[in-house]
């Protein structure tokens, strides 16, 4: 049977893989849109690193709505740990 510190951590857990779509798809429309000309300075299958910096300047209000997503989920996530005295979810 799952315990209740057990479902915290699933919950958790799917918060953090919930982030990082949302922070992929925010990436994709960044660079299919407003970032295009970056985008096509890039190589194919080149990676990338991007932090939620970088989209903070963003004009474009459907990255701006996937961004403030990307912080809620970050803010849940660590509030859900701190008081849950969780360790994060590597």
Known sequence: MMTYKDSLRNSCDAIAKARELV??????????GEYKDLDEKFEEDEEVLFDTAYFRNCEDLNIQKLL???????????TMLNINGLDAIE
Do not use: I, R, W
Request: charged fraction near 20%; hydrophobic fraction near 50%; proline fraction near 0%.
């Open 23 to 32: 922070f992929t798809a925010m990436v994709n429309v960044a660079m299919s």
């Open 68 to 78: 403030a997503l990307v912080d809620t989920l970050e803010k849940t996530y660590d």
